[in-house]
C-alpha cells in the first residue's frame, strides 16, 4: 500500500541508485583528472559507459516521476525553501542528464571512441572532430561536475536539516523508514 508521505519504492530505489552510481562517477572524475597513474585507462574505461548509464537512468527518473510524482513538502515550509528545494529538484535533472551528454560531446570533438562494453559496442560521435571544441567541451564537463558535486552536498544538507532541525518528515519519505519506531 503507498503511503502519500514517501516516494514509491521505484522512485526511492532509483534514487539511492543514482546516489550510489552518481558519487562513485564523480570521485573516478577526480582520479582521472588527477592522472592516477597505471590505473588511468582502466578508470576511463568505467567512467564512459557509467555516464551514460547515469543518462539513461535519469530519464527513467523523470519518467517515473511524471507517474509517481513526490510526496508534497511540509505545509509549513516557508515559500522561499520550497522554491529553493523545488529549483535544486530540476537542477539535479538537468546536471544528471547535462553531464553526460557534455562528457559525450566532448569525446566525440576529441575523436575518442565511447565504448558501452569492451570496443564491440561503441556510440555513435555527437559532434565532428575539433581540438578547440574538445578543449571548452573539457573545462565544461569540469565546471558542471563540480556544480554537481556541490548541488548533491546541498542537498545532503537540505535532507539533514529537514530531519535534525526541522522534524519534519522530509528525510524519510525518501528514506521509506517510519519517523515513529512504533508505525
Known sequence: MSRPDVFSGPSRLLHWLMVVLILTMLFV???MASGAGPHYHMLVSF???L??????LAIVRL???RFNPPPALPADLPRVMSLVAKASHWA???LMITLPLVGWAMLSAGGYPIPLWGQSLLLPPILPHDATVWGWLRLTHTVLAFGLFGLIMAHAGAALFHFLIRGDRVMQSM???PSDPAE
Open 175 to 177: 528514506t521509506g523508514m
Open 63 to 65: 519518467i517515473n516521476r
Open 92 to 94: 539535479l535533472y538537468v
Open 29 to 31: 572524475g577526480v582520479f
Open 47 to 49: 567512467h564512459r559507459p
Open 51 to 56: 555516464g551514460i548509464a547515469i543518462l539513461l
